[in-house]
């Protein structure tokens, strides 16, 4: 099955410093992926759509100086957080849709990125 | 923003039983979908059922989708302690991302 993967799987950083996510699609190739926020007991929240060789989409709310996002080729997207502060601190999860499946609805979710900014 | 509402949004059993869980959406959708989540962990997507679907069934769980109501159920039947997660419906509508709702715990005491 399709196989998605997050690096690293925690991080823990000083306020003001950036941290880079990686999120790479192992198995198949992804023209989409997609950036999600989960704060403790909440639900998942859209931040961005990362497109391959074009700017990301980004939901109303997120700043994109902030949060910045590359996705460079087909297997490989990144989520930069510039200058971390504290309430950045979250659970971040990305997500890909194989559309050469047969099943283009269904996203595959990386096991995701604990970031703690202190 | 959020579509879908998860209800309850908290459920505690007895293993052997029945867990069902529900979900209510605002919007036409293209399908739904069901995810678990385990603490801390990324998310595992358990069934899609399309908006012309009513039931499906995938070993332990059956989805039944309402587009009348706009809603979806969600049953694990004989349910297991390693059931115990967190579990989401998410919908799609056209060509956007998933949107999740809030989620459901679910506990399951051996």
């Known amino acids: 099955g399709a196989v998605v993967s997050q690096h690293p799987s925690w991080v823990i950083c000083k306020s003001g410093t950036s941290v880079k996510i990686e999120c790479r699609s192992l198995d198949f190739q992804a023209t989409t992926m997609f950036w999600y926020r989960q704060f403790p007991k909440q639900s998942l929240m859209l931040m961005a759509t990362s497109n391959e060789g074009s700017k990301a989409t980004y939901e109303q709310g997120v700043e994109k100086d902030k949060f910045l996002i590359n996705h460079a080729s087909l297997t490989l997207s990144t989520l930069t957080v510039t200058s971390a502060h504290p309430e950045d601190s979250s659970f971040y999860i990305c997500?890909?849709?194989?559309?050469?499946?047969?099943?283009?609805?269904?996203?595959?979710f990386g096991p995701g990125t604990r970031l703690t900014v202190l | 923003s959020q579509q879908g509402e998860e209800d309850p949004q908290a459920l505690s059993i007895q293993e052997g039983e029945n867990a069902t869980m529900n979900c209510s959406y605002k919007?036409?959708?293209?399908?739904l979908q069901w995810y678990r989540q385990n603490s801390g962990r990324g998310l595992v997507h358990l069934i899609l059922?399309?908006?012309?679907?009513r039931e499906k069934h995938s070993g332990r769980l059956r989805v039944t989708l309402d587009t009348s109501k706009k809603s979806s159920s969600l049953l694990i039947t004989a349910s297991r302690a390693a059931d115990t997660a967190s579990y989401f419906c998410a919908t799609v509508s056209g060509n956007t991302p998933l949107v999740f709702g809030k989620g459901t715990r679910l506990s399951v005491i051996a």
């Open positions: 997500s890909a849709r194989d559309q050469g499946s047969g099943n283009p609805d269904t996203q595959y």
């Open positions: 919007t036409s959708i293209n399908n």
């Open positions: 059922i399309r908006s012309n679907e």
